[in-house]
Protein backbone atom coordinates (compact mmCIF):
# COMPACT_ATOMS: atom_id res chain seq x y z
CA UNK A 1 0.00 0.00 0.00
CA UNK A 2 1.15 3.43 -1.15
CA UNK A 3 1.85 5.89 2.06
CA UNK A 4 0.35 9.64 1.77
CA UNK A 5 2.72 11.28 0.73
CA UNK A 6 2.65 14.36 3.40
CA UNK A 7 3.31 11.34 5.84
CA UNK A 8 6.29 10.64 3.65
CA UNK A 9 7.72 14.46 3.90
CA UNK A 10 6.96 14.24 7.72
CA UNK A 11 9.21 11.28 8.10
CA UNK A 12 12.09 13.17 5.77
CA UNK A 13 11.41 16.61 7.49
CA UNK A 14 12.05 14.44 10.97
CA UNK A 15 15.28 12.47 9.57
CA UNK A 16 16.93 15.05 8.43
CA UNK A 17 16.44 17.47 11.27
CA UNK A 18 17.65 14.78 14.27
CA UNK A 19 17.46 14.57 17.50
CA UNK A 20 16.46 17.82 19.66
CA UNK A 21 19.64 19.79 20.65
CA UNK A 22 20.19 20.89 24.09
CA UNK A 23 20.13 24.47 22.95
CA UNK A 24 16.66 23.89 21.17
CA UNK A 25 14.76 21.08 23.61
CA UNK A 26 13.28 21.77 26.76
CA UNK A 27 15.04 22.86 29.55
CA UNK A 28 14.46 21.45 32.76
CA UNK A 29 12.33 23.48 35.26
CA UNK A 30 14.48 25.57 37.76
CA UNK A 31 14.63 24.38 41.46
CA UNK A 32 15.77 26.10 44.09
CA UNK A 33 16.17 25.34 47.93
CA UNK A 34 17.06 28.06 50.99
CA UNK A 35 17.77 26.12 54.04
CA UNK A 36 20.11 26.45 57.41
CA UNK A 37 23.89 25.99 56.62
CA UNK A 38 24.34 22.62 57.27
CA UNK A 39 27.20 21.26 60.24
CA UNK A 40 29.56 19.79 57.70
CA UNK A 41 29.52 23.10 55.50
CA UNK A 42 29.93 24.97 58.95
CA UNK A 43 32.79 22.71 59.51
CA UNK A 44 34.60 23.79 56.00
CA UNK A 45 34.15 27.26 56.18
CA UNK A 46 35.70 27.93 59.71
CA UNK A 47 38.74 29.39 59.47
CA UNK A 48 38.07 29.74 55.59
CA UNK A 49 35.63 31.87 54.32
CA UNK A 50 34.35 32.59 57.94
CA UNK A 51 36.19 33.34 61.15
CA UNK A 52 35.87 34.94 64.31
CA UNK A 53 35.68 38.31 63.90
CA UNK A 54 33.25 38.53 61.02
CA UNK A 55 30.41 41.29 60.26
CA UNK A 56 28.09 37.85 60.39
CA UNK A 57 27.96 34.93 62.50
CA UNK A 58 27.26 31.20 60.76
CA UNK A 59 23.93 31.48 61.72
CA UNK A 60 22.83 34.50 60.20
CA UNK A 61 23.82 32.92 56.73
CA UNK A 62 21.54 30.29 54.75
CA UNK A 63 22.84 27.70 51.41
CA UNK A 64 21.03 28.37 48.61
CA UNK A 65 20.54 26.23 45.80
CA UNK A 66 19.97 26.66 42.80
CA UNK A 67 19.54 25.41 39.39
CA UNK A 68 21.78 27.75 36.23
CA UNK A 69 22.32 27.58 32.75
CA UNK A 70 26.32 26.28 31.50
CA UNK A 71 28.01 27.16 28.82
CA UNK A 72 27.66 23.83 27.72
CA UNK A 73 24.03 24.86 27.00
CA UNK A 74 23.27 22.18 30.10
CA UNK A 75 21.18 22.69 33.55
CA UNK A 76 23.32 22.35 36.51
CA UNK A 77 22.93 22.79 40.07
CA UNK A 78 24.85 25.26 42.22
CA UNK A 79 25.27 26.23 45.36
CA UNK A 80 26.47 29.74 47.26
CA UNK A 81 25.87 31.28 50.38
CA UNK A 82 24.20 34.29 51.33
CA UNK A 83 22.48 36.57 54.27
CA UNK A 84 19.45 34.81 55.40
CA UNK A 85 17.10 38.10 54.69
CA UNK A 86 18.13 38.35 51.14
CA UNK A 87 18.12 34.34 50.49
CA UNK A 88 14.72 34.30 49.04
CA UNK A 89 14.93 37.13 47.18
CA UNK A 90 18.49 35.56 45.30
CA UNK A 91 17.04 32.18 45.07
CA UNK A 92 13.94 34.61 42.61
CA UNK A 93 16.76 36.39 40.82
CA UNK A 94 18.91 33.29 39.68
CA UNK A 95 15.37 31.81 38.79
CA UNK A 96 15.19 34.74 36.22
CA UNK A 97 18.44 33.79 34.88
CA UNK A 98 17.84 30.64 34.26
CA UNK A 99 14.37 31.50 32.33
CA UNK A 100 16.34 33.67 29.84
CA UNK A 101 19.07 31.28 29.64
CA UNK A 102 21.74 33.22 30.79
CA UNK A 103 25.37 31.15 30.92
CA UNK A 104 27.06 30.77 33.87
CA UNK A 105 30.36 29.34 34.22
CA UNK A 106 29.84 27.95 38.11
CA UNK A 107 28.63 28.19 41.00
CA UNK A 108 30.51 27.07 43.61
CA UNK A 109 31.02 27.61 47.18
CA UNK A 110 34.40 29.61 47.73
CA UNK A 111 35.71 27.38 49.57
CA UNK A 112 36.33 24.94 46.53
CA UNK A 113 38.79 27.60 46.27
CA UNK A 114 40.57 27.84 49.72
CA UNK A 115 37.95 31.05 49.84
CA UNK A 116 40.59 33.01 47.93
CA UNK A 117 38.90 35.54 46.12
CA UNK A 118 41.24 35.64 43.27
CA UNK A 119 41.44 31.74 42.76
CA UNK A 120 37.81 31.82 42.71
CA UNK A 121 37.82 34.71 39.96
CA UNK A 122 40.21 33.11 38.16
CA UNK A 123 38.11 29.87 37.46
CA UNK A 124 35.48 31.62 36.34
CA UNK A 125 33.27 31.24 39.68
CA UNK A 126 30.20 32.80 40.55
CA UNK A 127 30.19 33.27 44.45
CA UNK A 128 28.85 34.90 47.20
CA UNK A 129 29.55 35.04 50.64
CA UNK A 130 33.29 35.57 51.50
CA UNK A 131 34.33 37.38 54.75
CA UNK A 132 37.09 39.54 53.34
CA UNK A 133 37.42 43.25 53.05
CA UNK A 134 37.03 45.58 50.06
CA UNK A 135 39.47 44.38 47.31
CA UNK A 136 41.82 42.77 49.98
CA UNK A 137 42.73 46.03 51.80
CA UNK A 138 41.90 46.67 55.43
CA UNK A 139 39.93 47.54 56.87
CA UNK A 140 36.45 48.07 54.68
CA UNK A 141 34.52 44.71 55.08
CA UNK A 142 33.07 44.21 51.33
CA UNK A 143 29.34 43.61 51.06
CA UNK A 144 30.26 39.64 50.59
CA UNK A 145 31.55 39.54 54.24
CA UNK A 146 27.93 40.23 55.03
CA UNK A 147 26.72 37.54 52.44
CA UNK A 148 24.81 40.50 50.52
CA UNK A 149 27.00 40.53 47.05
CA UNK A 150 27.00 38.06 44.85
CA UNK A 151 29.68 38.01 41.53
CA UNK A 152 28.74 36.64 39.03
CA UNK A 153 31.17 35.12 35.66
CA UNK A 154 34.39 37.33 36.70
CA UNK A 155 36.11 36.37 33.23
CA UNK A 156 33.63 37.66 31.29
CA UNK A 157 32.97 40.47 33.90
CA UNK A 158 36.01 41.94 34.65
CA UNK A 159 36.89 44.70 37.78
CA UNK A 160 38.39 47.28 35.76
CA UNK A 161 40.17 49.66 38.55
CA UNK A 162 43.18 51.87 38.77
CA UNK A 163 44.92 48.27 40.03
CA UNK A 164 44.36 46.81 36.68
CA UNK A 165 41.77 44.10 35.64
CA UNK A 166 40.64 41.09 38.14
CA UNK A 167 41.32 38.69 37.40
CA UNK A 168 44.00 38.99 34.64
CA UNK A 169 42.48 36.71 32.25
CA UNK A 170 39.35 38.86 32.35
CA UNK A 171 41.13 41.43 29.86
CA UNK A 172 39.89 40.05 26.88
CA UNK A 173 36.63 41.11 28.16
CA UNK A 174 37.56 45.31 28.53
CA UNK A 175 36.07 45.96 25.67
CA UNK A 176 32.50 45.89 26.75
CA UNK A 177 31.25 47.16 22.78
CA UNK A 178 32.22 43.43 21.91
CA UNK A 179 28.90 41.74 23.16
CA UNK A 180 29.41 37.58 24.29
CA UNK A 181 28.19 35.05 25.68
CA UNK A 182 28.48 35.66 29.20
CA UNK A 183 28.86 39.45 29.48
CA UNK A 184 26.68 41.37 31.61
CA UNK A 185 24.61 45.26 30.17
CA UNK A 186 22.49 47.14 32.33
CA UNK A 187 19.13 46.28 31.22
CA UNK A 188 19.87 42.77 30.37
CA UNK A 189 18.58 39.38 31.81
CA UNK A 190 21.27 39.08 34.73
CA UNK A 191 20.91 43.35 35.46
CA UNK A 192 17.19 43.14 35.36
CA UNK A 193 16.90 39.83 37.86
CA UNK A 194 18.90 41.98 40.59
CA UNK A 195 17.21 45.24 39.56
CA UNK A 196 14.11 43.42 40.23
CA UNK A 197 14.97 42.90 44.26
CA UNK A 198 16.43 46.08 44.87
CA UNK A 199 19.97 45.36 44.26
CA UNK A 200 22.75 47.57 42.52
CA UNK A 201 25.25 47.13 40.17
CA UNK A 202 29.08 47.54 39.86
CA UNK A 203 29.18 47.90 36.82
CA UNK A 204 27.97 51.54 36.80
CA UNK A 205 30.71 52.38 39.31
CA UNK A 206 33.37 55.45 37.73
CA UNK A 207 35.73 52.16 38.06
CA UNK A 208 33.20 49.48 36.75
CA UNK A 209 33.51 46.16 38.46
CA UNK A 210 30.77 44.33 35.93
CA UNK A 211 30.19 41.08 37.93
CA UNK A 212 29.47 42.43 41.00
CA UNK A 213 25.56 42.93 42.49
CA UNK A 214 24.58 43.59 45.84
CA UNK A 215 22.16 44.98 48.46
CA UNK A 216 23.66 48.58 48.72
CA UNK A 217 25.28 48.87 45.32
CA UNK A 218 28.43 48.84 46.64
Request: hydrophobic letters at 35%.
Amino acid sequence: MRRPVALVTILLIVTLAGPATPSTATAPPYRSSVRPLPTSLRQLMRGSSWHPGCPVGLDRLRLVGVTYWGFDREAHHGRLVVHRRVAHAVARAFGRIYAARFPIRHVRLVDRYGANDKRSMHADNTSGFNCRYRNGVCCTWSMHAYGKAIDINPVENPEIWSGGISPPNGAAYVDRSDHRRGMIYRGDAVWSAFHAIGWGWGGSWASPDYQHFSTNGK
